[in-house]
Protein backbone atom coordinates (compact mmCIF):
# COMPACT_ATOMS: atom_id res chain seq x y z
CA UNK A 1 0.00 0.00 0.00
CA UNK A 2 1.37 3.25 -0.99
CA UNK A 3 -0.18 6.88 0.26
CA UNK A 4 -0.15 9.74 -2.12
CA UNK A 5 -1.90 13.24 -1.09
CA UNK A 6 -4.24 12.02 1.81
CA UNK A 7 -5.14 8.86 -0.17
CA UNK A 8 -4.30 5.19 -0.04
CA UNK A 9 -3.26 3.06 -3.01
CA UNK A 10 -3.17 -0.22 -2.54
CA UNK A 11 -0.88 -1.97 -5.28
CA UNK A 12 -2.02 -5.47 -5.66
CA UNK A 13 -5.21 -6.80 -7.99
CA UNK A 14 -8.63 -5.55 -8.08
CA UNK A 15 -9.98 -8.56 -6.03
CA UNK A 16 -7.24 -7.93 -3.25
CA UNK A 17 -8.23 -4.36 -3.11
CA UNK A 18 -11.83 -5.04 -2.92
CA UNK A 19 -11.19 -7.24 0.08
CA UNK A 20 -9.04 -4.77 2.17
CA UNK A 21 -11.41 -2.11 1.04
CA UNK A 22 -14.35 -4.24 2.72
CA UNK A 23 -11.90 -4.90 6.20
CA UNK A 24 -11.44 -0.91 6.53
CA UNK A 25 -15.15 -0.15 6.12
CA UNK A 26 -15.12 -2.84 8.72
CA UNK A 27 -12.95 -1.20 10.85
CA UNK A 28 -14.27 2.46 10.16
CA UNK A 29 -17.40 0.91 11.52
CA UNK A 30 -16.04 -0.51 14.31
CA UNK A 31 -14.53 3.42 15.26
CA UNK A 32 -17.79 4.64 14.95
CA UNK A 33 -19.47 2.47 17.18
CA UNK A 34 -17.03 2.63 19.59
CA UNK A 35 -17.41 6.57 19.74
CA UNK A 36 -21.32 5.59 19.60
CA UNK A 37 -21.20 3.44 22.70
CA UNK A 38 -18.87 5.92 24.57
CA UNK A 39 -21.51 8.50 23.86
CA UNK A 40 -24.76 6.05 24.94
CA UNK A 41 -22.63 5.27 28.15
CA UNK A 42 -22.04 8.65 28.99
CA UNK A 43 -26.17 9.15 29.47
CA UNK A 44 -26.61 5.51 31.24
CA UNK A 45 -23.52 5.54 33.82
CA UNK A 46 -25.20 4.92 37.72
CA UNK A 47 -24.10 3.71 40.83
CA UNK A 48 -21.44 5.03 43.10
CA UNK A 49 -19.30 7.07 40.52
CA UNK A 50 -21.92 7.80 38.21
CA UNK A 51 -20.53 11.60 37.77
CA UNK A 52 -17.28 10.49 36.97
CA UNK A 53 -17.86 7.75 34.56
CA UNK A 54 -20.37 10.45 33.16
CA UNK A 55 -17.62 12.77 32.58
CA UNK A 56 -15.11 10.50 31.55
CA UNK A 57 -17.29 8.89 28.73
CA UNK A 58 -17.92 12.64 27.68
CA UNK A 59 -14.16 13.36 27.28
CA UNK A 60 -14.05 10.03 25.67
CA UNK A 61 -16.32 10.75 22.61
CA UNK A 62 -16.78 15.01 22.49
CA UNK A 63 -13.14 16.01 23.80
CA UNK A 64 -13.30 18.95 26.50
CA UNK A 65 -15.16 22.45 25.71
CA UNK A 66 -11.83 24.07 27.17
CA UNK A 67 -10.01 22.20 24.60
CA UNK A 68 -8.94 24.26 20.92
CA UNK A 69 -8.18 20.87 19.29
CA UNK A 70 -12.18 20.07 18.96
CA UNK A 71 -13.95 16.52 19.30
CA UNK A 72 -11.08 13.68 19.81
CA UNK A 73 -12.47 12.18 16.51
CA UNK A 74 -10.94 15.51 15.04
CA UNK A 75 -7.30 14.58 17.16
CA UNK A 76 -6.27 11.11 15.38
CA UNK A 77 -2.62 12.00 14.39
CA UNK A 78 -1.54 8.71 13.81
CA UNK A 79 -2.86 5.21 12.39
CA UNK A 80 -1.05 1.55 13.09
CA UNK A 81 -1.69 -0.61 10.56
CA UNK A 82 -1.11 -4.42 10.81
CA UNK A 83 -0.70 -5.69 7.55
CA UNK A 84 -0.65 -9.83 6.57
CA UNK A 85 0.73 -10.92 3.35
CA UNK A 86 -0.50 -14.88 2.93
CA UNK A 87 1.28 -16.88 0.56
CA UNK A 88 0.76 -20.11 -0.38
CA UNK A 89 3.68 -22.86 -0.96
CA UNK A 90 2.66 -26.27 -2.28
CA UNK A 91 0.13 -27.38 0.66
CA UNK A 92 1.28 -25.15 3.44
CA UNK A 93 0.26 -21.99 4.15
CA UNK A 94 2.28 -19.18 5.63
CA UNK A 95 2.14 -14.92 6.37
CA UNK A 96 4.51 -12.18 6.54
CA UNK A 97 3.71 -9.44 9.29
CA UNK A 98 4.43 -5.88 8.82
CA UNK A 99 3.42 -3.43 10.80
CA UNK A 100 3.03 0.79 9.60
CA UNK A 101 2.46 3.54 11.75
CA UNK A 102 0.94 6.74 8.94
CA UNK A 103 0.71 10.33 9.55
CA UNK A 104 -2.73 10.75 9.10
CA UNK A 105 -2.69 14.56 8.22
CA UNK A 106 -0.03 14.26 6.24
CA UNK A 107 -0.97 11.17 4.63
CA UNK A 108 2.68 9.97 4.97
CA UNK A 109 4.37 6.45 6.32
CA UNK A 110 6.10 7.24 8.87
CA UNK A 111 7.32 3.82 10.25
CA UNK A 112 7.80 -0.07 8.55
CA UNK A 113 8.65 -2.70 10.42
CA UNK A 114 11.00 -5.42 9.40
CA UNK A 115 8.50 -8.34 8.03
CA UNK A 116 8.26 -11.65 9.95
CA UNK A 117 7.17 -14.93 8.88
CA UNK A 118 4.44 -17.12 10.08
CA UNK A 119 4.27 -20.05 11.13
CA UNK A 120 7.39 -17.87 13.45
CA UNK A 121 10.11 -20.42 15.04
CA UNK A 122 12.51 -18.78 17.38
CA UNK A 123 16.09 -18.89 16.04
CA UNK A 124 18.42 -21.62 18.33
CA UNK A 125 21.20 -18.74 18.01
CA UNK A 126 21.53 -15.32 16.54
CA UNK A 127 18.83 -12.13 17.21
CA UNK A 128 15.67 -12.67 17.41
CA UNK A 129 13.48 -11.42 14.31
CA UNK A 130 10.20 -10.67 16.50
CA UNK A 131 11.89 -9.19 19.23
CA UNK A 132 14.04 -6.87 16.92
CA UNK A 133 11.09 -6.31 15.21
CA UNK A 134 8.88 -5.37 18.07
CA UNK A 135 11.94 -3.59 19.91
CA UNK A 136 11.95 -1.25 16.46
CA UNK A 137 7.92 -0.17 16.83
CA UNK A 138 8.55 1.00 20.42
CA UNK A 139 12.11 2.79 19.86
CA UNK A 140 10.34 4.87 17.29
CA UNK A 141 6.90 5.47 19.27
CA UNK A 142 8.96 6.49 22.17
CA UNK A 143 11.80 8.55 20.18
CA UNK A 144 9.00 10.27 17.70
CA UNK A 145 5.81 10.14 19.08
CA UNK A 146 5.00 12.07 22.01
CA UNK A 147 1.11 11.69 24.10
CA UNK A 148 -1.17 14.39 24.36
CA UNK A 149 -1.55 15.52 28.18
CA UNK A 150 -5.34 14.52 29.74
CA UNK A 151 -8.67 16.83 29.45
CA UNK A 152 -7.44 19.08 32.13
CA UNK A 153 -11.42 18.67 33.81
CA UNK A 154 -10.40 14.85 34.47
CA UNK A 155 -9.24 14.90 37.65
CA UNK A 156 -7.83 12.37 40.24
CA UNK A 157 -11.32 11.86 42.14
CA UNK A 158 -12.91 10.87 38.91
CA UNK A 159 -10.25 8.52 38.38
CA UNK A 160 -10.03 6.67 41.66
CA UNK A 161 -14.36 6.52 41.08
CA UNK A 162 -13.61 5.00 38.39
CA UNK A 163 -11.18 2.74 39.21
CA UNK A 164 -12.73 1.46 42.53
CA UNK A 165 -15.80 0.08 40.37
CA UNK A 166 -13.86 -1.58 38.12
CA UNK A 167 -11.74 -2.97 40.59
CA UNK A 168 -15.24 -4.52 42.17
CA UNK A 169 -16.63 -5.86 38.92
CA UNK A 170 -15.65 -8.81 37.77
CA UNK A 171 -13.83 -9.30 34.34
CA UNK A 172 -13.38 -11.67 31.96
CA UNK A 173 -9.73 -10.72 30.71
CA UNK A 174 -8.70 -8.18 33.59
CA UNK A 175 -6.24 -7.38 31.46
CA UNK A 176 -6.98 -4.34 29.38
CA UNK A 177 -8.62 -3.14 33.27
CA UNK A 178 -5.38 -3.10 34.44
CA UNK A 179 -3.25 -1.51 31.92
CA UNK A 180 -6.16 1.57 31.86
CA UNK A 181 -5.56 1.28 35.43
CA UNK A 182 -1.61 1.64 35.30
CA UNK A 183 -2.38 4.32 32.60
CA UNK A 184 -3.99 6.78 34.84
CA UNK A 185 -0.81 6.17 37.21
CA UNK A 186 1.53 7.26 34.43
CA UNK A 187 -0.31 10.31 33.76
CA UNK A 188 -0.22 11.26 37.77
CA UNK A 189 -4.00 10.76 38.04
CA UNK A 190 -3.75 7.67 40.29
CA UNK A 191 -1.52 7.51 43.20
CA UNK A 192 0.84 4.42 43.33
CA UNK A 193 -1.02 3.31 47.01
CA UNK A 194 -4.51 3.52 45.19
CA UNK A 195 -3.21 1.75 41.95
CA UNK A 196 -1.68 -1.49 43.93
CA UNK A 197 -4.99 -1.89 45.79
CA UNK A 198 -6.56 -1.80 43.12
CA UNK A 199 -4.53 -4.26 41.71
CA UNK A 200 -4.80 -6.31 44.82
CA UNK A 201 -8.38 -6.33 45.20
CA UNK A 202 -8.75 -7.77 41.29
CA UNK A 203 -5.55 -10.31 40.89
CA UNK A 204 -4.59 -10.83 44.71
CA UNK A 205 -1.47 -10.22 46.34
CA UNK A 206 0.77 -12.34 44.86
CA UNK A 207 0.15 -11.32 41.10
CA UNK A 208 -0.43 -7.92 42.16
CA UNK A 209 3.33 -8.03 43.53
CA UNK A 210 4.61 -9.31 40.58
CA UNK A 211 2.90 -6.48 37.98
CA UNK A 212 3.76 -4.06 39.81
CA UNK A 213 7.78 -5.18 40.76
CA UNK A 214 10.60 -4.29 38.92
CA UNK A 215 11.30 -8.00 37.83
CA UNK A 216 10.38 -8.05 34.01
CA UNK A 217 10.19 -12.05 33.84
CA UNK A 218 7.75 -11.84 37.31
CA UNK A 219 5.52 -9.30 35.12
CA UNK A 220 5.65 -11.49 31.86
CA UNK A 221 4.44 -14.95 33.53
CA UNK A 222 1.56 -12.79 35.80
CA UNK A 223 -0.17 -12.07 32.72
CA UNK A 224 0.72 -14.84 30.78
CA UNK A 225 -2.43 -16.35 31.73
CA UNK A 226 -4.17 -13.91 30.51
CA UNK A 227 -3.08 -13.46 26.83
CA UNK A 228 -4.39 -16.52 25.24
Known sequence: MTMRSRRAYFDGSPQ????????????????????????????QARGASFYGDHLLFQRLYLGDDEEEDGPLDEQIDVLAVLLVTFRRAGKSTGAVTVVQLF??????????????SSPYRKPAGGDDPLQESTDAIMKFVDGSLARTEMPPAI???????????????DHD?????LAEM?????????????????????????AAGALLGADAEARHAAIAQWLD
Not at 173 to 177: E, G, K, M, R, T
Not at 184 to 202: C, G, I, P, W
Request: with cysteine.
Open 103 to 116: DVAKGESLFRSKSV
Open 155 to 169: KPEHVLRRVSTLAKA
Open 182 to 206: RFYSVVDLLSNEHLAAAYREMVGNQ
Open 16 to 43: QAGVVLDHLCDLLACFRALRMTYHTSHW
Open 173 to 177: NPLPV
